[in-house]
């Protein structure tokens, strides 16, 4: 990850970004790339504090405990039980398809690394969740920042990295949830192939496959934009170096893709992590039960999940998200973001849960924020451009707040 900020000296094709300087030594490398994104990272910083002060505020009037709720609640519960009993716990009987609510259907990489914060400090599991999931978010950001830079410019990366702290459900940010670690593993392998860093991509997209399944969109970027490399390679027209394409788009499946074997391998059973899924209920059925969703929401007058106000966030959120991508297709986004930002739609609106998380899963979709980031970029008066990321920020926070403490399962 660090070695992928340290020398982009290449825009992309849509010509629109800014060359990054490529000093000689790595710390000083380092050190640039660090100030360089000291915008995004405080602008990303000030309104996640904002987030979590209203937090603390309503928890502390409601003898409520912030840092045990961001640890603990809904799917964070799992996380903590496999950092404290790992995936022995729950497997239930693969032969007869009986695996109800089995934790391997979480993936590894998250738990993992808390359980290497808690090596170090005395902590609880769901504090070092939550310690993880807060330093891989400013991690995430400086990636928004780095790809935005190199894509479009210095002022709609560091914008992109502010909309990303203020979205609906940035409040997952900070919690036991592995968004914010994908979001990071995601960004800066992103940014290798945007740079062509092509082991660096490979192994990136590795480690983004151990943390969540939806890394599948990852590797059908990182795969696409090396076969494009390689075919250039080829006809010589590229860089030269066939090998390092291949090799990245080789590696780019295999944290996801063993993760998945590996259950089949201890479970006895080929296909185990897809009927843990169903047991879950997050199969895929080609977007049916979404669009069933949306008909019982604007046509049959009912809160699908039971909670009108997460309905309609998630349901504005997802629409918001599509005018996006619709426009990011319209303004010709560089490839690999667009695979990413379709594939990650494609899986989410495929999904067939009964209350699909839309807002959640589409977390990871940083590409789609940089068109608003250039439009609020070309605001002229920096007094509007803080009114309206103000705004947005104490919208986002009193909503961190619902769904922490009254809304039940974040969508």
């Known amino acids: 990850m660090i070695d992928a900020a340290l020398s982009a000296t290449r825009t992309t094709g849509t010509g629109r970004g800014e060359a990054v300087p490529a000093p000689t030594h790595r710390s000083e490398a380092l050190r640039s790339a660090l100030r360089d994104a000291v915008p995004a990272l405080v602008g990303y910083a000030a309104v996640r504090m904002v987030g979590l002060a209203l937090a603390l505020w309503y928890a502390a009037g409601h003898d409520k405990q912030t840092l045990v709720r961001l640890g603990t609640f809904w799917d964070a519960g799992w996380y903590v039980r496999i950092v404290q009993t790992g995936y022995s716990v729950g497997d239930g009987f693969i032969g007869m398809h009986n695996i109800p609510y089995s934790p391997r259907a979480f993936f590894p990489l998250f738990p993992w690394l808390a359980d290497m914060v808690r090596w170090v400090l005395p902590v609880s599991p769901g504090t070092a969740l939550v310690l993880v999931s807060t330093l891989a978010s400013l991690v995430a950001a400086w990636g928004i920042f780095a790809v935005g830079r190199v894509c479009y410019s210095r002022r709609a990366g560091t914008i992109a990295a502010v909309l990303w702290g203020v979205l609906p459900l940035a409040v997952l940010e900070n919690t036991a949830y592995s968004e914010a670690l994908f979001t990071a593993l995601s960004a800066w392998t992103l940014y290798a192939v945007l740079t062509r860093r092509w082991l660096t991509a490979g192994l990136l997209c590795l480690l983004a496959g151990l943390s969540r399944p939806s890394a599948m969109a990852l590797t059908a970027a990182v795969g696409l934009a090396a076969l494009v490399e390689l075919v250039a390679c080829l006809r010589g027209r590229g860089s030269g170096h066939w090998a390092r394409p291949l090799l990245a788009g080789l590696l780019s499946p295999l944290g996801w893709a063993g993760y998945m074997l590996w259950t089949g391998w201890v ?28 008909e019982d929401l ?15 966030v998630m349901a504005l959120t997802l629409a918001g998200y ?50 608003l980031a250039v439009s609020l970029g070309r605001l002229r008066s920096l007094r509007t451009l803080a009114v309206v990321l103000g705004s947005a920020t104490l919208l986002s926070g009193l909503y961190g707040v619902f769904v922490l403490f009254l809304g039940g399962a974040p969508g």
Not at 269 to 274: E, I, K, Q, T
Not at 335 to 352: E, K, Q, R, W
């Open 267 to 294: 479970l006895g059973s080929w296909g185990a992590y897809f009927h843990i899924q169903q047991a879950w209920a997050t199969t895929f059925d080609g977007g049916g039960t979404s669009l069933h969703w949306f």
């Open 298 to 312: 604007l046509f049959g007058g009912r809160a699908v999940s039971g909670i009108p106000l997460s309905d309609a």
């Open 322 to 371: 599509l005018v996006l991508f619709v426009i990011t297709l319209v303004h010709r986004q560089p490839l690999p973001l667009l695979v990413f930002s379709t594939v990650l739609l494609v899986i989410d609106l495929g999904n067939a849960s009964p209350a699909p998380p839309f807002a959640r899963f589409l977390l990871p979709a940083f590409p789609l924020l940089y068109p």
